[in-house]
Nanobody, 128 residues
Framework: QVQLVDSGGGLVQPGGSLRLSCVAS????????IGWFRQAPGKEREGISC????????WYAEPVEDRFTITRDDDKNTVYLQMNDLKPEDTAIYYC?????????????????????WGQGTQVTVSS
């Protein structure tokens, strides 16, 4: 099974950027689609993006499309989430997650129940 470690969070001003990383070990990422989720205080964990193996397809939730970009370097067993034009409402703990499939769950990519393995989370705070 795969283990995931996510990192790269921090404090950033509105309009700023961050890049999150999700490093996998224990198995090749070639067997897993990877999603990014976030959970703000008092809210449900929500799916925001997913990339199939070799980034052959990607999915984005409406609040982040055009601002966030998911990429994969499967040779390095790493998935990235580039976040630009950050807003205070992006403040949350961000998690990467793996689904045991080469493809994202497509229209269900935001459903956390579809994912099998999770990182520990990294805090992103957007504030002036």
């Amino acid at each position: 099974q795969v283990q995931l470690v996510d990192s790269g969070g921090g404090l950033v001003q509105p309009g700023g950027s961050l890049r999150l990383s999700c490093v996998a070990s224990g198995d090749s990422l070639d067997y897993y689609a990877i999603g990014w989720f976030r959970q703000a205080p008092g809210k449900e964990r929500e799916g925001i993006s997913c990339a199939s193996t070799r980034t052959t397809s990607t999915w984005y939730a409406e609040p982040v499309e055009d601002r966030f970009t998911i990429t994969r370097d499967d040779d390095k067993n790493t998935v990235y989430l580039q976040m630009n034009d950050l807003k205070p409402e992006d403040t949350a703990i961000y998690y990467c997650a793996a689904v045991t499939s080469v493809s994202c769950p497509e229209i269900y990519f935001r459903d956390k129940e579809r994912y099998d393995y999770w990182g520990q989370g990294t805090q992103v705070t957007v504030s002036s």
